[in-house]
């Protein structure tokens, strides 16, 4: 029997809901990105605009996805067929290539952080520090089995939730790992802020420095605040789509924006106080993850414990987003396809597993480029600068002007619902948001 002829699923609770949507936000961009890249703007100063920015034009393009998703009940291309038609389909389009596009190399990252669970037990917490962690990365991707394996597994565990179903897969799983995530992030920041010279990199981090805030900053903010909440991939459209009608879907995007920040914020309390302590520079981006802080764990008393806590955190963060990404792509197929959701998982699955073989082996095993870099590197620039922003863009301009009869009415439950920042938040969706999407795509390309 195809999906359609069966009644669509459904979230079984909002708890569930609210996780599983906080687990798709909260991914590896919360973790190292969030406050490397906020160490770079002046630390305080840059969480100050990073906050504005998220809960306004971050929130109010959230609540413009689910809206969507909801009023359609249909995967991200179904929903802009059955709103309105025409050319709209496009923009779900992109959405659904965007998420098949980024799973495929985030699951290669999620099997990094797999495999440096194990590794902080077998020969990563070796004396060498910083030169013997960066032995073992260069080492590890440059061996085609290693990351091969490694990603094979992610995936695997992906596939093996997402086969499960909406209720029984994201929803039961979302219900474990998110609690799980922030029992080990709270562990970390414990051990992080008890550590001697801690309080320097506190200081760093919530002390303004405006004197660091440029042009720069505020792009920098508003780039990370669309990566860091799943802006534009048809993901927050999918989960909308399982919301019943009487859900106040406002008070969700509320919730799901608070979960995600407060894990921004708290990494941040985690990879100062830890990389200051320690003499570390804490702008040395992915290479902080994998190189900097395995050199730094390898210090502390218990440092292959800390390891392994650390990277189960960011593994978790990226399988919740890696299961959310394909949820979308699984939906199509189930929607679109009326394929099962057991072939519509199997299809799609190795559809993705042979997308990522590229970005797997391109790091080291093999001389694989997309746009002048490697291409794991290549096809995040494409999808980030410039596919995720696009679809923002139309996003926002479609539930502002083309179907706004229909967003009002959904977002209010008809009514029901009194939703007070209504016509400010139709104005952000119609002017505020594509302008400042557009300057974030501009200064991309410069």
Known sequence: MGQNDAPREQWGSRVGFLLAAAGSAVGLGNIWRFPYVAGKNGGAAFLLIYLAIVFSIG???????????????????????????????????????????????????????????????????????AEGAQGVFLSFIASPFQVMSAFFLFMLTVFCIVYRGVGEGIERFAKVLMPGLFFILLILMARALTLPGAAEGV????????????????????????????????????????????????????????????????????????????????????????ITLPAVFSQMWGGALWSALFFSLLFIAALTSAVSLFEVVVSYGMDELRWSRPRASVVMGLAVFLMGIPSALSNGA???????????????????NILLTVCGILICLFAGWVV???????????GQVPFPLLVPWLWILRVVAPAAIIIIIYSGLK
């Open 59 to 129: 929130a109010s393009v959230m609540l413009a996805e689910l809206v969507l998703g909801r009023a359609s009940k249909r995967n991200s291309v179904g929903t802009f067929r059955v709103l309105k038609g025409g050319a709209w389909p496009i923009v779900g389009w992109i959405g659904l290539i965007v998420a098949f596009l980024i799973l495929s190399y985030y699951a290669v990252i999620g099997g990094w952080t797999m495999a440096y669970i194990i590794k902080s037990f077998t020969g990563l917490m070796s004396a060498d520090g």
């Open 203 to 290: 200081a760093f981090y919530l002390k303004p420095d405006f004197s660091k805030v440029t042009g720069a900053t505020f792009i920098d903010a508003l780039g990370q605040a669309f990566y860091s909440l799943s802006l534009g991939m048809g993901i927050l459209v999918t989960f909308g789509s399982y919301l019943n009608k009487k859900e106040s879907i406002p008070k969700s995007v509320a919730m799901v924006t608070f979960l995600d920040t407060l894990v921004a914020f708290f990494s941040g309390l985690v990879i100062f106080p830890t990389v200051f302590a320690f003499g570390v520079d804490a702008g040395a981006g992915a290479g902080l993850t994998f």
């Open 366 to 384: 093999v001389d694989i480029r997309l746009f002048g870099q490697g291409f794991l590197d290549g096809l995040d620039w494409l999808c980030s």
């Open 404 to 414: 706004c009869d229909k967003v009002k009415s959904e977002v209010t439950n008809d």
